[in-house]
């Protein structure tokens, strides 16, 4: 199993991104942490991330609400776990704020929530960052169902819309 930071990647139950960008890490954690840039590149287009409330401390709120191109929402409340600036941000979908328990999910964009915690690492890279998220979930099913609804290819999509939202900052 591969280590990230202080997590050990497990490939059934985890889904790494892992790339290096060319703009500075304060760009990227700028982009991750404030609600008005991450709202211009967090969802793929032709979606939309319509509204984002962040509330930066461990158990506050990471909430973000994702608009079809059809104009339905899919709201995504989270919890806050963990903020090491510039560094290292993490949030869970199976926590609301203040660490209560939610149920079920509301960050699926079918039938079944997915649970998973979600964990950005940001390191100097040359000029550029090195950038690493790991969803983590809690049971293979949900991580193989999470990799079916396109993890890569939407994540992936997301950085990319990241690096050209920070260079136009």
């Known amino acids: 199993m591969t280590r990230l930071g202080t997590h050990v990647v497990d490939p ?86 203040g660490f209560r328990p939610q149920g079920a999910a509301t960050t699926s964009l079918d039938d079944g929530a997915i649970d998973f915690t979600a964990v950005i690492s940001i390191e100097p890279h040359g000029s550029g960052t090195k950038y690493t998220a790991v969803a983590i979930h809690g049971r293979e099913d949900a991580c193989r169902k999470h990799k079916a609804m396109g993890f890569h290819d939407g994540w992936g999509t997301a950085l990319t819309q990241l690096v050209a939202v920070v260079k136009g900052l």
């Open 12 to 97: 059934t139950r985890d889904l790494v991104l892992e790339r290096i960008v060319d703009v500075p890490p304060v760009l990227v954690w700028k982009a991750w942490t404030t609600p008005e840039i991450l709202m211009k590149w967090f969802t793929p287009v032709p979606w939309s991330t319509v509204a984002c409330e962040l509330d930066l401390r461990p158990g506050g709120i990471f909430s973000t609400v994702m608009r079809s191109p059809e104009g339905q929402d899919f709201p995504n409340l989270g919890c806050v776990l963990e903020v090491v600036d510039g560094a290292r941000f993490a949030w869970t979908s199976a926590l609301g704020p």
